[in-house]
């Protein structure tokens, strides 16, 4: 009869391999999308989001075509088409990609099935990886659906083919880590309901939060300096224009948008816009919506202190410029905007991303030393 060491101290618990493989990840990615496609309400759902964005892409189409009909603008009406349909796919891309993996690690803990996976061969990274890129080639699905009513400004000119495939691929990055928020809400949290929530307001807080904080910011920040600048002191009788300058002291205003700009670069409607190819050299000539947020944000960044229109019409030594000079000065040129912003909010979605995925992968690795209150095993 054999006997036992009591002095011998008990074996550890074996660890859960860490290897990543891409066999791995593509057969939790395929066994996540086999049950999503087994359900018949993907189907209708997909055919809705393409009739509904459909829909809402012609009336953007029949209203803009409406709208340059009574404008002398020569803009091509594609580029507004253009703008208009990628800031509407981007919304509701947004509004459906949260959902596609805010249920995918919680859901199968709570019906049993994540143990299952937990202790076969699967590492833990390659469940984490299984699962975002399910829930990322599902959104993908969405977008592709969309890309008729994209390619659809080619048809009405001014768009180039670069342009399309840049805001194609920055969607697709965009998506992606969502998805990978959305995964790590849903391996922190016990509730499907509290990851779901917490997914969307994650959202919510690069998309609109963000924007409500720069506003806000804006009154905050804000400071008046008193400056010494010229300013005009006679006028002509004739044109109007000014025929002396003497020096005066004024107040100003510094909006501080240098230190707020990062809010702006952080949001997913900015970073579309802001890494758009444009369509014009002259940055000062604002034609498009997507044209409009990117010299807006770059403008923010470059932080322009209003000297007023009265300063721009006097020289330091006090002489007067000509109409020609002036009018060049009011004008936002190139050089008054700072350098694009869309790298940072590169930086920032990575590490977020990135961060998400490392933070789900340590909340679903086995052995676990002790769980939360509610979470089951198997």
């Not at 087994?38 to 997909?46: A, G, N, Y």
């Not at 993908?140 to 400004?153: N, R």
């Not at 790298?343 to 052995?367: D, Q």
Request: charged share 10%; glycine share 8%; aromatic share 10%.
């Amino acid at each position: 009869m054999s006997t036992v060491d009591l002095h011998e101290p008990p074996t550890a618990a074996v660890e859960q391999p860490r290897r990543l493989t891409w066999h791995g990840v593509s057969t939790v990615a395929r066994l996540e999308l086999i049950q999503r496609l087994r359900s018949s309400r993907w189907k209708i759902v997909l055919a809705l989001w393409f009739v509904g964005v459909g829909v809402i892409c012609l009336l953007i189409t029949t209203a803009t075509t409406s709208m340059t009909s009574y404008s002398s603008n020569a803009t091509p009406i594609g580029q507004w088409i253009f703008g208009m349909n990628v800031f509407f796919i981007l919304f509701m891309g947004l509004l459906v990609t949260p959902s596609l993996g805010s249920t995918a690690i919680n859901g199968d803990r709570n019906g049993g099935t994540l143990a299952i996976l937990q202790a076969s061969l699967l590492s833990s990274w390659e469940i984490i990886l299984g699962k975002w890129l399910a829930g990322w080639t599902t959104s993908l699905a969405f977008l592709i659906a969309s890309l008729p009513y994209i390619i659809w400004s080619l048809a009405a000119g001014g768009v180039s083919v670069w342009s399309v495939i840049v805001v194609v691929a920055v969607m697709m990055f965009i998506l992606a880590v969502v998805c990978a928020v959305s995964v790590f809400w849903s391996a922190k949290m016990v509730k499907t309901a509290t990851s779901t929530l917490m997914s969307y307001f994650s959202v919510a807080l690069v998309s609109l939060i963000s924007l409500l904080l720069f506003g806000l910011g804006l009154v905050v920040i804000q400071h008046d300096t008193q400056v010494r600048v010229m300013q005009p002191s006679e006028w002509s009788p004739t044109t109007g224009n000014p025929t002396a300058c003497e020096p005066v002291t004024t107040t100003r205003t510094d909006l501080g948008m240098d230190y707020l700009w990062p809010l702006l670069a952080i949001n997913p409607f900015v970073l579309v816009a802001d890494s758009t190819p444009q369509h014009s050299e002259d940055m000062a000539s604002v034609e498009t919506p997507l044209q409009a947020i990117q010299v807006g944000v770059r403008l923010a960044r470059a932080n322009p202190v209003d000297m007023g229109w009265d300063s721009e019409w006097c020289n330091e030594d006090g002489s007067v410029v000509s109409q020609a000079e002036y009018n060049k000065r009011t004008e936002t040129t190139q050089e008054d905007l700072a350098g694009a912003v869309w790298p940072y909010g590169f930086v920032f979605y990575v590490i977020a991303g990135g961060l998400a995925l490392f933070g789900a992968e340590r909340r679903i690795r086995t052995p676990v030393a002790t769980l939360a209150k509610g979470v089951r095993i198997a």
